[in-house]
Structures are given as C-alpha cells and as structure tokens.
C-alpha cells in the first residue's frame, strides 16, 4: 500500500528525513573526533615518552656530573689533609739549617717579627698583633703540587684515591695548594704586669763576660795544674844550736852562693831542685819539645771550637727573609695566627670531560717556646721578694753537683780511663764534630739574686763542713764501690775539705767575732725599664701553696762577727791587706800568673803539725805584743834584724777545721758540727764547683777557723836555769782560740780560686738586684702566657689524669725495655694543682713507679705539683727528650715516702721545694725557683746538673742569638679547622 502524503504526512516525512541525516553526520563527527583524541593521546604520550627520556638522560648526565664533583671534592680534601700531615712532620724538624727559608713552611712561621698596629683583648691579658714579614708565605704564598706531596718516601695516596673512586675511567688529575699566612699575635702577659718582656728573648739576661766569650767559641780556661814553685824533689837544711836560739843552715843556698862567688853564672842548683822547674825542662824540652802550647803547666780548657754563631744553625736567607737585625731587641719568635690554605684539585675523565673544585680552609697554629728556663744554671734563685735567704742548720742535706759524674762506681771507671786520656792529651786530635759537641756535658752556674739594703747590708751566709751527716738517705740510682757501715759514706759525701784548705800564712786577729774577708759589687744588668711592682707576683694565689714565711725573715741585725764591718762598692784594690778585715789580697795578675805562684802551698794545713806549731815562751809574748797593736806583723818579722833568730813565726798557726765547736766561744773542743751545715753548692766533697768556680750572688761561705799553738814542746824551747846552767824540759802548755770566717764562695787554694772576667783572681762579690728584669732566669714566661700558647689545656687535674693515656706511645728504652710513655709534643696546661697531698700523683698507667716522658715540651701546673713517683725522659733513637716541669704559681711538695725519687729534666717552681722529713729527691737536669726556702726542705736533695738535657742546643744557649735557634720553638696545628668553604 502506498503512503497517503498529505501536507500533514509530509512535514512528518520531511522532519523525519531530517533527523536521520542529521544522525548520521553526528555520527561520522564523533568517528572523527576520536581519531583526533587518539592522536593527540598519542602525541601527549610520544611527548611525555620524549620528556621523560630526555630527562631520564639530563638526569644521568647531572648524576655523573655531581658524582665527578664530588669526586674533585674528595681529592681536594685528601691533598689539604695530606698538605696538614706533612706540615706536622716537618714542623719540628731537628735540623733546618739543610731548609730553604723560602720554601719551608715551619722555618717561616718561626721568623721573628715586630709589633703591628692593633691588638685583641682577653681575660688573659694583651696580645699584640704582629707585623708579618715580606716573605713568601705572605705574599703570595707557598704553594704544594701533587708532586710535592706524593714526594719520594711519602706514599702515592692521591693517585690510588683517584684510581679508585673513577674506577680507572680518569686520565689525568691534578692538585695545587697554596698557603699563605693570615694573621699573628703575640702571647701578651697577664693584665697585671702588661709591660713584661721574656728575659733572654725579648730581653737581654744579664750574663758574666767571660761566659759569654765561651759561649763566643773563645774558649774558657777552667783550670791550670803545675807543681809549686817552692816544692823541690831534693832539699838538705840542718838545725844548728839549741836551747834558746837556733840555726837553720840551708846547704844549698850556701852553695849557690858558693858558686856565685867562683864567678859561674846562670847556674842555680836550688832553681834545679824545683820539681817545677824539673818538669818544665823534661815535658817541654825533652818529651814534647817544640810543641805549641807547650804540654807543661798543663791547661784544661773547654771548648774553643763551640759552634754558636747563627750561620751554624740558620739558613743563609732565614734573617734576610725575616727584615729584621740580630741585634733587634723587641722581637716576638712565640705566636699564633691562622693560615688561609686553598686547594684546587681537577680530574680529567677519558672522554676530554674535566671537572674541578676549590676549597678554601683557615687552619690555627702555635708557635710556642720550648727551651728550658735557665738552661745554663744548674740552680738559680730569683728571689723576687728579695729575702735573706738562709741555706743552714734547718732542713735535711741539699747538694748541688754543677756536673754530674755518674757516682762512685763511674768516677771509678773513669779513673781506669786516665792513663789512656793522659797520652791523648799528648796527640794531635781532630776537633770534635757538632754532633760530639751537643752532646757534651758542661758545668753549670749558680745565681742566687739578693741584694741588701743600707739597713742592713750584709751577704747571705752559707757554712761549709769538715764532716758531713751520716744520716742522709741514698739517692735512687746511686752507684757505690762499696756499702760503708753506720752510714760512713754520707759522712763523707758531705765533707767540704776541698773548698776550705789554703797555704798556711801569716793571720791578723781582726775585731769582732768574724773575719769578713772581700767587698761586695753590683753584678750588673741591664738598665731595668719596668718597675719593681710591675714583675710577676710571686705569691700568687694557689690551691693548697706553699708558704714562704717560715725562715724568710732578715737575719738578725746583730748577728755575731758583722760587727765593725762594713761593705761598700769599692774595689778590691783599695781593700787590699786591710787589717780589718783580715785579707791577703792577690790582684792585678793574669790567671797564669796566679795558678804559678804556689808557694804558699807546700804547707797546707789540714791537720796541725804539733812540732811546727811548738813555740817558745818569749817569741809567744813577742807576737801577743804585735797582735795587741793589731798589726799584720809575725814575730819573725819583728826579730828578723836579731843575728841569730829564734824560731819565731806566726804565734798561732791557722788550723782549717771548719765548724769544730760552737759558736761564741774562743776556746772551743771538737765537735761534728752536723746541724751547722745543710747546703753544699759545691756538691758531694765540694768536688763538683760551678764553670766558673763561685756563686754569682751575695753571697759568703762561711768556716770555723782554728788557732793552735803548744808553748815549750821542742827541746830547744826548754826554759833555762841560773844555776845550774841547765835546760829544765816545760810542760806542754795547748794554748788556741777559734775565728769563724766569711769570705767569698770559692776554692780557697789559688790554684782553684774563682778569676773574673780577665782571669784575675777575683775576691769581689756580685750582688745580683731581683728587681731589674734582666736578673730574672731567662726563658721564663708569665702563667697567663703559657695557657695561651698551650698545646692541650685541662681545666681540672682529674681531666689530665683521664687524658693521660691517650697520650702515651711505646717506646724501647735502652736497658728498659719497652714502655708506655707520655708523649709531650709542645705545652701542657693545668689550671690545677697536680695531685694532693694524701694521694700525690702517679701516671694511670700499668707502671705507677716511674712516669716516663719523650719528645719536646712542658708540663705547666698552675698550683702545687704533688710528686709520688720517679719522672724520668725516655729519648726516641737519636731524638733526645727535652722536658720542663713548671709549677708557674706553685711549687714542688714531696710527701713523705719509703724510697727517695727521681726527677729528669728541668724544673721551675714559683714557691720552692718542700719534702717531709725522709722523702729524699733526686734532680737530674737543674732548678730554678722563685721562692727558697730551707726550712720546708726536710729529706735529702740532691741536684745533678745535665746540661744536655736542659737544652735544646747550644746555640740556644747564648744570651743574643740564642733566641733565633729554630729548634727551641714548637710549632703545632689546631685539630678542627677554623673555617671550610667549597667552590
């Protein structure tokens, strides 16, 4: 049936038509549509595909990257801390004359500088900024390359680091680091006494000439031995007559006369009867003739050859590299500072990919000094507070041995060794080396600073003893030939014969109760630019210090025997022969001259000879007759014009036995006179005397001096009778009288007396003022001073004790063996007293008898160090040890203990030394101490001076260039860095 269209009908067929053609171009827009969205889903998945790779791969490339930078960052710091390493191995060098100045990092921080403008502020005072020098290390700076620190000996780190952390895929590296130096200051003292200057350093410390010369290479005569000039190997005298008078016939002066008169010239047979006179014709002319300087007398003389000027230890260009003059006064060698240091490493990777970092580091340092205090004195006592010191009676034996010999049992072996060492003195030897040198042992000085005032101007007083105590206790390590029963040997350990015994002669009976033989002369210094009260204070406060009260007070002014006495600073000339004091004065002759005039020593008088001492009833009255005018005349004098004389002499004849008997009386009976004596500077048997054979102070020894004679012994003093004319033999009348006498310390024989600068006897005595700085010891800083220059500081004791063992190294010690010892390694603080009383201290360790120490540096307590056990310096091969002990603020306390204890090395105390009664101690080294004080020295002590260890060189040692030696300063490097910056 076909459709009916109506109009109707055919607008439902037209709309019907429509909607199916419009649904089928929807349909194609939408098969359309999503061929678009196909695509662009696609392209955003072609595109985030694409990103994600691309960054996938920039993402690789800045991981490979970072890891190359790192890896030049790693290389980088390897080479800064290898650059610290080899900085620290080379910083104490021992010997840097082989350096070159500009090169050497250590040698320039050790050069001297002058103050700069500006300074920093501290609780520990001033320190002043320094003015850095024109050197390398300044200006442009030292530079290290990967050669210099990869040096034959020293490893190739660097190349086995790059090998391995490119894992081979590096071509090439390299590093570069520069250092140069920032800033310096120096260690200002405390606030109290800012105008402080290190004596020796900073300062000249006042030094006797002649020492000085030695010190120069000059030379010093230490001694001259000959036979006397009144000693004769053959002599005939015969005794004529009796009874009252008599006659000496000399047959050989009768026969020199004897042949004057035959007219034989140049010819004395008493001249050739002179054992002198012998020796000189048979060593000179016969054994050694032509030999220059003639073998007889025979001359000790140390060491003309001393190499101490500063070419022998300095590089040629150090001074020109510092700008300054050896003969600058005002230099700072102790500083500190920082060093900027910069590296710049860089890796090439095969590829021709390179990469490179820089670092920039600032590293502290310390440049501090090590050289002990005083290290030409083997014991030397400021005395700030200025005391009449007292060195007698109170507290136990003390000995000052200014060279040691080792003990008996070495003297003795060396006393073997004399025949070999006589013919050597006979040969031509070669000169010793340097090496030889240093090691050799010189005597020691002796400073004790006093000086009185117009109240009382008196020198300190110091007995010598005829016998010494048997009750001293040994010291460790001492050598015996054999055990002496009741303690024998100490008797005569402290015997001080040798310093007493003189020639016999003529003796005046001076007023008063002492015999003050010398005058007294300042010693010197240099003008002192600060004032008295602007000196470090000497009793500053302490935990549990020492006190210095007890004995410090002056002697009391009327003391026996200074009584119409007085000292003025006159010369010796014009006190020559003083009768009122009793001199007889030798001036004005060379050394050689005096040691040749002995002929006053045939008739030393140790022991009396009673037949020599016998006098005859009138020449006694005769003599008292002259002594009663108080003149300088003997009896024979007076009857020397008589044809025939009598046997005349001296009515007294002197008789040198020191403290037999008390005090204030003349007609005295032996005794020991033990607690008379305690200080001995001479040493054991006053054998061990000082380089130049006195104490540089005010200073006296004193001596009992006895006068003996027996009235009618000899046959011809026998008294006559009228008649018959008989001789009737008397009765032996001992008649005496004792005389303390004070005369400068010394040897009193000639031969061994002390000279002065010229080598003239010298009978003056050298009073050293302890407020002028440069009497002060040199090398001695403030405590405040060495805090700031410290290595390692400890707060407390306890933390020192702890720290202890981290701080040991083994080392083989030889006739030891291996043992755990303290490594040292520059300046060690404790603001702490060390140990207590009740528990002194002991090291931590698995040996609690002996401390050892090695390497160079101080231990610095700022109150008391407590001692309980032996401190002794291990030396590592050919590195010897150079240890001080200083207790800055304190002193040394040594409890009461079973054995006696040793101490090796140098040692300061600022209060003194105090040891129970029974705690002996032993010093091996030298002392030098503010405070002394006898009276708390209760047990034994006994200093050896060891000259080698109480320095680091000698040419430290010289008062002027001293202070340039390299080797005194310690240089260390701060642990942390101070800053740190990645380019």
Same mark, same amino acid.
């Given at each position: 049936?076909?459709?009916?269209?109506?109009?109707?009908?055919?607008?439902?067929?037209?709309?019907?038509?429509?909607?199916?053609?419009?649904?089928?171009?929807?349909?194609?827009?939408?098969?359309?549509?999503?061929?678009?969205?196909?695509?662009?889903?696609?392209?955003?998945?072609?595109?985030?595909?694409?990103?994600?790779?691309?960054?996938?791969?920039?993402?690789?490339?800045?991981?490979?990257?970072?890891?190359?930078?790192?890896?030049?960052?790693?290389?980088?710091?390897?080479?800064?801390?290898?650059?610290?390493?080899?900085?620290?191995?080379?910083?104490?060098?021992?010997?840097?004359?082989?350096?070159?100045?500009?090169?050497?990092?250590?040698?320039?921080?050790?050069?001297?500088?002058?103050?700069?403008?500006?300074?920093?502020?501290?609780?520990?005072?001033?320190?002043?900024?320094?003015?850095?020098?024109?050197?390398?290390?300044?200006?442009?700076?030292?530079?290290?390359?990967?050669?210099?620190?990869?040096?034959?000996?020293?490893?190739?780190?660097?190349?086995?680091?790059?090998?391995?952390?490119?894992?081979?895929?590096?071509?090439?590296?390299?590093?570069?680091?520069?250092?140069?130096?920032?800033?310096?200051?120096?260690?200002?003292?405390?606030?109290?006494?800012?105008?402080?200057?290190?004596?020796?350093?900073?300062?000249?410390?006042?030094?006797?000439?002649?020492?000085?010369?030695?010190?120069?290479?000059?030379?010093?005569?230490?001694?001259?031995?000959?036979?006397?000039?009144?000693?004769?190997?053959?002599?005939?005298?015969?005794?004529?007559?009796?009874?009252?008078?008599?006659?000496?016939?000399?047959?050989?002066?009768?026969?020199?006369?004897?042949?004057?008169?035959?007219?034989?010239?140049?010819?004395?047979?008493?001249?050739?009867?002179?054992?002198?006179?012998?020796?000189?014709?048979?060593?000179?002319?016969?054994?050694?003739?032509?030999?220059?300087?003639?073998?007889?007398?025979?001359?000790?003389?140390?060491?003309?050859?001393?190499?101490?000027?500063?070419?022998?230890?300095?590089?040629?260009?150090?001074?020109?590299?510092?700008?300054?003059?050896?003969?600058?006064?005002?230099?700072?060698?102790?500083?500190?500072?920082?060093?900027?240091?910069?590296?710049?490493?860089?890796?090439?990777?095969?590829?021709?990919?390179?990469?490179?970092?820089?670092?920039?580091?600032?590293?502290?340092?310390?440049?501090?000094?090590?050289?002990?205090?005083?290290?030409?004195?083997?014991?030397?006592?400021?005395?700030?507070?200025?005391?009449?010191?007292?060195?007698?009676?109170?507290?136990?034996?003390?000995?000052?041995?200014?060279?040691?010999?080792?003990?008996?049992?070495?003297?003795?072996?060396?006393?073997?060794?004399?025949?070999?060492?006589?013919?050597?003195?006979?040969?031509?030897?070669?000169?010793?080396?340097?090496?030889?040198?240093?090691?050799?042992?010189?005597?020691?000085?002796?400073?004790?600073?006093?000086?009185?005032?117009?109240?009382?101007?008196?020198?300190?007083?110091?007995?010598?003893?005829?016998?010494?105590?048997?009750?001293?206790?040994?010291?460790?390590?001492?050598?015996?030939?054999?055990?002496?029963?009741?303690?024998?040997?100490?008797?005569?350990?402290?015997?001080?014969?040798?310093?007493?015994?003189?020639?016999?002669?003529?003796? *005046?009976? =001076? !007023?008063?109760?002492?015999?003050? +033989?010398?005058?007294? /002369?300042?010693? $010197? &210094?240099? %003008?002192? @630019?600060?004032?008295?009260?602007?000196?470090?204070p000497s009793d500053a406060q302490a935990p549990d210090k020492l006190t210095k009260e007890t004995g410090g007070a002056p002697a009391p002014k009327n003391t026996a025997g200074m009584t119409g006495t007085s000292f003025s600073d006159e010369t010796a000339d014009k006190q020559k022969n003083n009768p009122s004091l009793g001199m007889n004065m030798t001036s004005g002759l060379g050394l050689a001259d005096v040691m040749g005039q002995?002929?006053?020593?045939?008739?030393?008088?140790?022991?009396?000879?009673?037949?020599?001492?016998?006098?005859?009833?009138?020449?006694?009255?005769?003599?008292?007759?002259?002594?009663?005018?108080?003149? *300088?005349? =003997? !009896?024979?004098?007076?009857?020397? +014009?008589?044809?025939? /004389?009598?046997? $005349? &002499?001296? %009515?007294? @004849?002197?008789?040198?036995?020191?403290?037999?008997?008390?005090?204030?009386?003349?007609?005295?009976?032996?005794?020991?006179?033990?607690?008379?004596?305690?200080?001995?500077?001479?040493?054991?048997?006053?054998?061990?005397?000082?380089?130049?054979?006195?104490?540089?102070?005010?200073?006296?020894?004193?001596?009992?001096?006895?006068?003996?004679?027996?009235?009618?012994?000899?046959?011809?003093?026998?008294?006559?009778?009228?008649?018959?004319?008989?001789?009737?033999?008397?009765?032996?009348?001992?008649?005496?009288?004792?005389?303390?006498?004070?005369?400068?310390?010394?040897?009193?024989?000639?031969?061994?007396?002390p000279v002065d600068n010229e080598g003239n006897v010298e009978h003056a005595i050298n009073s050293y003022d302890p407020a002028l700085l440069s009497n002060y010891p040199p090398n001695l800083s403030t405590a405040e001073q060495y805090a700031k220059k410290a290595t390692y500081y400890y707060d407390t004791y306890q933390e020192f004790l702890d720290d202890i063992k981290n701080r040991t190294t083994k080392v083989d010690i030889e006739?030891?063996?291996?043992?755990?010892?303290?490594?040292?390694?520059?300046?060690?603080?404790?603001?702490?007293?060390?140990?207590?009383?009740?528990?002194?201290?002991?090291?931590?360790?698995?040996?609690?008898?002996?401390?050892?120490?090695?390497?160079?540096?101080?231990?610095?307590?700022?109150?008391?160090?407590?001692?309980?056990?032996?401190?002794?310096?291990?030396?590592?091969?050919?590195?010897?040890?150079?240890?001080?002990?200083?207790?800055?603020?304190?002193?040394?306390?040594?409890?009461?203990?079973?054995?006696?204890?040793?101490?090796?090395?140098?040692?300061?105390?600022?209060?003194?030394?105090?040891?129970?009664?029974?705690?002996?101690?032993?010093?091996?080294?030298?002392?030098?101490?503010?405070?002394?004080?006898?009276?708390?020295?209760?047990?034994?002590?006994?200093?050896?001076?060891?000259?080698?260890?109480?320095?680091?060189?000698?040419?430290?040692?010289?008062?002027?260039?001293?202070?340039?030696?390299?080797?005194?300063?310690?240089?260390?490097?701060?642990?942390?860095?101070?800053?740190?910056?990645?380019?």
């Amino acid at each position: 049936m076909l459709p009916v269209f109506s109009p109707f009908n055919l607008m439902i067929f037209s709309m019907t038509f429509d909607m199916e053609e419009c649904m089928k171009v929807r349909t194609l827009n939408r098969r359309g549509s999503a061929f678009v969205v196909i695509i662009g889903i696609l392209s955003v998945i072609i595109i985030i595909g694409y990103l994600f790779m691309g960054s996938t791969i920039e993402q690789g490339r800045q991981t490979s990257q970072s890891v190359q930078g790192l890896q030049a960052t790693y290389l980088a710091e390897a080479a800064l801390e290898r650059t610290m390493t080899l900085l620290k191995t080379d910083a104490n060098e021992q010997d840097f004359k082989t350096f070159e100045t500009a090169k050497s990092i250590p040698l320039q921080l050790r050069l001297p500088m002058k103050e700069g403008s500006g300074s920093i502020s501290s609780s520990l005072g001033t320190d002043k900024l320094l003015a850095l020098p024109n050197s390398a290390l300044v200006t442009e700076g030292v530079t290290l390359t990967k050669e210099d620190l990869q040096a034959e000996g020293l490893g190739t780190s660097l190349d086995e680091l790059v090998e391995f952390m490119t894992d081979g895929r590096a071509e090439s590296y390299d590093v570069k680091v520069n250092i140069k130096l920032d800033k310096a200051f120096s260690y200002g003292p405390g606030k109290e006494y800012e105008d402080y200057k290190i004596p020796g350093v900073q300062l000249p410390w006042n030094i006797r000439k002649d020492v000085e010369n030695f010190l120069d290479g000059k030379g010093y005569v230490a001694m001259i031995l000959q036979f006397p000039d009144s000693m004769k190997w053959f002599d005939f005298t015969i005794n004529l007559g009796g009874g009252v008078f008599s006659l000496e016939l000399d047959l050989v002066k009768e026969f020199d006369k004897l042949i004057a008169a035959m007219g034989i010239k140049d010819f004395e047979l008493s001249k050739y009867l002179l054992i002198d006179t012998f020796a000189r014709w048979i060593f000179n002319d016969v054994l050694f003739k032509g030999k220059d300087p003639p073998v007889y007398p025979f001359k000790k003389i140390l060491e003309k050859n001393l190499k101490t000027s500063l070419e022998d230890f300095l590089p040629a260009d150090f001074l020109a590299t510092s700008g300054v003059s050896p003969t600058d006064k005002d230099l700072h060698f102790e500083k500190y500072g920082q060093l900027l240091i910069e590296c710049e490493a860089s890796i090439k990777y095969k590829g021709s990919t390179e990469t490179k970092r820089r670092i920039s580091a600032v590293k502290d340092f310390k440049v501090a000094d090590c050289e002990p205090i005083a290290p030409m004195y083997s014991f030397f006592v400021n005395n700030s507070p200025n005391d009449y010191l007292t060195f007698n009676s109170a507290g136990g034996q003390f000995y000052v041995n200014n060279i040691d010999h080792g003990g008996l049992g070495e003297m003795i072996n060396k006393i073997k060794s004399i025949p070999g060492k006589i013919v050597n003195v006979f040969k031509k030897k070669a000169p010793p080396t340097m090496d030889e040198l240093e090691k050799k042992e010189y005597p020691g000085l002796i400073r004790l600073n006093y000086k009185g005032d117009e109240t009382f101007p008196y020198p300190m007083l110091c007995n010598v003893s005829f016998l010494g105590d048997t009750t001293v206790p040994d010291m460790p390590d001492t050598k015996k030939l054999v055990d002496l029963p009741l303690g024998i040997d100490n008797l005569f350990r402290s015997m001080e014969v040798g310093s007493i015994i003189k020639p016999g002669s003529s003796m *005046v009976i =001076a !007023s008063g109760h002492m015999t003050m +033989k010398g005058v007294v /002369k300042d010693g $010197g &210094g240099a %003008s002192n @630019e600060f004032a008295k009260d602007k000196t470090p204070p000497s009793d500053a406060q302490a935990p549990d210090k020492l006190t210095k009260e007890t004995g410090g007070a002056p002697a009391p002014k009327n003391t026996a025997g200074m009584t119409g006495t007085s000292f003025s600073d006159e010369t010796a000339d014009k006190q020559k022969n003083n009768p009122s004091l009793g001199m007889n004065m030798t001036s004005g002759l060379g050394l050689a001259d005096v040691m040749g005039q002995l002929k006053k020593m045939a008739k030393i008088n140790v022991v009396p000879n009673l037949m020599d001492i016998s006098k005859h009833l009138l020449d006694f009255t005769l003599g008292m007759a002259n002594y009663a005018f108080n003149e *300088v005349k =003997a !009896s024979s004098e007076t009857l020397s +014009k008589v044809p025939i /004389k009598m046997d $005349g &002499g001296d %009515s007294f @004849e002197r008789w040198e036995m020191p403290y037999f008997g008390t005090k204030n009386s003349f007609y005295t009976l032996p005794t020991t006179g033990i607690s008379d004596n305690r200080t001995h500077f001479f040493g054991n048997n006053a054998m061990h005397p000082t380089m130049t054979r006195e104490i540089e102070g005010n200073v006296m020894k004193v001596y009992r001096q006895w006068n003996m004679m027996i009235v009618g012994l000899k046959p011809e003093h026998r008294l006559p009778t009228p008649w018959p004319p008989i001789t009737i033999p008397p009765f032996p009348v001992p008649i005496w009288y004792t005389k303390t006498i004070a005369e400068k310390y010394g040897y009193s024989l000639g031969t061994l007396a002390p000279v002065d600068n010229e080598g003239n006897v010298e009978h003056a005595i050298n009073s050293y003022d302890p407020a002028l700085l440069s009497n002060y010891p040199p090398n001695l800083s403030t405590a405040e001073q060495y805090a700031k220059k410290a290595t390692y500081y400890y707060d407390t004791y306890q933390e020192f004790l702890d720290d202890i063992k981290n701080r040991t190294t083994k080392v083989d010690i030889e006739g030891v063996g291996e043992k755990d010892c303290f490594l040292l390694n520059g300046i060690t603080f404790v603001a702490d007293s060390i140990g207590t009383f009740n528990e002194p201290f002991v090291p931590p360790l698995d040996d609690k008898k002996d401390f050892y120490v090695t390497g160079k540096g101080a231990i610095v307590c700022s109150g008391n160090f407590f001692l309980g056990c032996n401190i002794r310096c291990a030396d590592r091969g050919d590195l010897r040890t150079n240890f001080s002990l200083i207790c800055r603020t304190g002193g040394l306390i040594v409890p009461a203990t079973s054995d006696s204890l040793l101490f090796e090395g140098s040692l300061y105390t600022d209060m003194g030394l105090m040891s129970l009664m029974g705690a002996g101690l032993q010093i091996r080294g030298n002392w030098v101490t503010d405070v002394f004080n006898k009276p708390l020295m209760g047990g034994a002590v006994q200093l050896d001076y060891i000259s080698s260890r109480v320095r680091t060189s000698l040419g430290s040692l010289h008062p002027e260039r001293g202070r340039f030696e390299p080797n005194r300063y310690f240089v260390t490097f701060s642990p942390a860095w101070a800053s740190w910056r990645v380019h």
